[in-house]
């Protein structure tokens, strides 16, 4: 059994910032990928960022030069940074966890970027 605990969710004025944290726990596997996706009301889920094991590191063209995700292995635990956000990324944000037994789901965490 693997838990997800998102935080780090709320409202932001354009041009703002936030920062993310997913814990995660549970039977996890020493090598595995933890990341963040999000969906917006009518929108279909989609990826934003990703980071594995040993810090390789894969961003969606929207979160590139905003956006920085990271990990403390130790705390399994995944971070992300959100800097300049902008009203489109108003969204649930969902923590992912990926292993070789399958892909585990946070609860989400609502980010609105709004004046």
């Known amino acids: 059994q693997v838990q997800l605990v998102e935080s780090g969710g709320g409202l932001v004025q354009p041009g703002g910032s936030l920062r993310l944290s997913c814990a995660a726990s549970?039977?996890?596997?020493?090598?595995?990928?933890m990341g963040w996706h999000r969906q917006a009301p009518g929108k279909q889920r989609e990826l934003v960022a990703t980071?594995?094991?040993?810090?390789?590191?894969n961003y969606a063209d929207s979160a590139k030069g905003r956006f920085t995700i990271s990990r403390d292995n130790a705390k399994n635990t995944v971070y992300l940074q959100m800097n300049s956000l902008k009203p489109e990324d108003t969204a649930v944000y969902y923590c992912?966890?990926?292993?070789?037994?399958?892909?585990?789901w946070g609860q989400g965490t609502q980010v609105t970027v709004s004046s």
């Open positions: 992912n966890l990926q292993v070789v037994t399958g892909v585990y």
């Open positions: 980071i594995g094991t040993g810090g390789t590191r």
């Open positions: 549970g039977n996890i596997f020493s090598i595995n990928t």
